[in-house]
């Protein structure tokens, strides 16, 4: 091998090692397919399917929203017989290599108080915070769906 060819490879070798963060694949979770239930105000929720790519457990602990000054993480139980949808404590956990499913009459992401109205086929902004301190962000489509009739009980848990 010549000389060149010799410190081309040890001056490549060192510059990828120098960035041994910016070779890291991708975010540790990614939403497929999420939207978000169309509202002029008051309640909405967003569903999608959290996908683990990491080797080990991530914990979605709080969610933020562009359209919503509060959100909680929400999982839906049966009270007295009927549908109820909760906090969820301690958050998702979502195993490594695994997914999590947010879907109406299941776990979901809950905006409280929403401020500005989602129509069909807006797009919503979502910041998800973990319990390492990360984030992960991704965007949901305004979507019509006439369910989600669940009670809101904020006490249980």
């Avoid at 169309?38 to 080797?55: E, H, P, Q, R």
């Avoid at 979605?60 to 509060?70: C, G, H, I, R």
């Amino acid at each position: 091998m010549s000389l060149p060819l010799r410190i081309f490879g040890a001056a490549l070798l060192l510059t990828l090692a120098g960035c041994g963060e910016a070779v890291q694949a991708g975010p540790s979770l990614v939403m497929q397919d999420p939207w978000v239930k169309t509202a002029d105000s008051g309640m909405s929720a967003a569903y999608g399917t959290l996908v683990n790519t990491t080797g080990k457990e991530v914990v979605v602990v709080s969610a933020t929203s562009s359209v919503s000054p509060a959100m909680e993480l929400h999982e839906t139980t049966t009270v007295d017989g009927k549908m109820a949808m909760r906090p969820k404590e301690g958050g998702f956990a979502i195993p490594a290599h695994g997914r999590h499913e947010f879907e109406p009459g299941g776990d979901h992401l809950m905006l409280m108080d929403v401020k500005t109205p989602v129509k069909p086929g807006d797009q919503v902004t979502f910041t998800l915070t973990l319990k390492d301190g990360g984030t992960v962000r991704f965007t949901a489509l305004g979507k019509d769906f006439a369910g989600g009739n669940e009670s809101y009980q904020p006490g249980l848990g």
